[in-house]
């Protein structure tokens, strides 16, 4: 599918722009414990698998200038756009969606506890604006097309009627993973690592395919052409439907590391 020449452009200025200041979001321990103690009072609602992502890219500072999911002026002005109210180059909005029942019940000024599917406090939100959305104009703004057969289309009709929050927010800790905990570093711990290797330049590799002989040329070539380390770095959150599932995928990248320079490639 053409991506619109906008989206395109997008892409270009983002190649272009300089290093994002990376932020540490996370509160205090002493906020951290009495935000615990009051949300047992709140109203709650437990995170999506995307929406777990988008929060622990949030707190990480991968998303900045994002400090939390976006209200209502900052959506409006990215579909409209590709820029956040005040400015800030930004292509797709990061939101808080409800369902109905929920948002029926919030008033505006209350906090919301924001909890993982075991009842784990992530998040904190206090609500400054509730609005229903349309589904079929935001995919129309962010994809170009309201064709079911596009993937990211597909998604966003079948979640339907939604409602949707807006408010600061506060994050007591990261989501959790027991899965290739060694492999999941932060956009700081990865910067961090880069620096210890010294490299000058390093070429990055995205992918949320398994990796294959094919990629491992393209990345040696790519990376020795310009005297770079390499960042390997796929995809292990929620994917498109009939993908090759994540735990496969990292092992691949696993077995085929070894093959690289020594020292020359991050996982």
Known sequence: ??????????NRELGDSRMTILVDLLASPERAAELRALAVGWRSWTLTPPQL????????????????FQGRADVDAVCATLRLAGGALWPIPVTLDVDAGLAQQLKQGESLAL??????????????EVWQIDRSAEAQ?????VDPGHP???AMLALGPTWRVGGRMEYLELPRHDDFRALRLTPAETRAAIAARGWARTVAFQTRNPLHRAHHALTTRAA?????GLLLHPVAGVT??????????????????????PGRALL
């Open 115 to 128: 909890r993982d599917p075991e009842g784990v406090l992530l998040a904190t939100t206090r609500v400054d």
């Open 1 to 10: 599918m053409r991506v619109p020449p906008r989206r395109a452009d997008c």
């Open 141 to 145: 703004a962010v994809y170009g097309t």
């Open 240 to 261: 498109k439907p009939g993908d090759v599932d994540y735990y496969t995928r990292v092992r691949c990248y696993e077995k085929v590391l070894p093959h690289y320079p």
């Open 224 to 228: 020795a052409a310009v005297d770079a």
């Open 152 to 154: 990211g289309v597909a």
């Open 53 to 68: 992502c988008d929060l622990e890219l949030l707190v990480t500072g991968a998303f900045a200038p994002l400090s939390g």
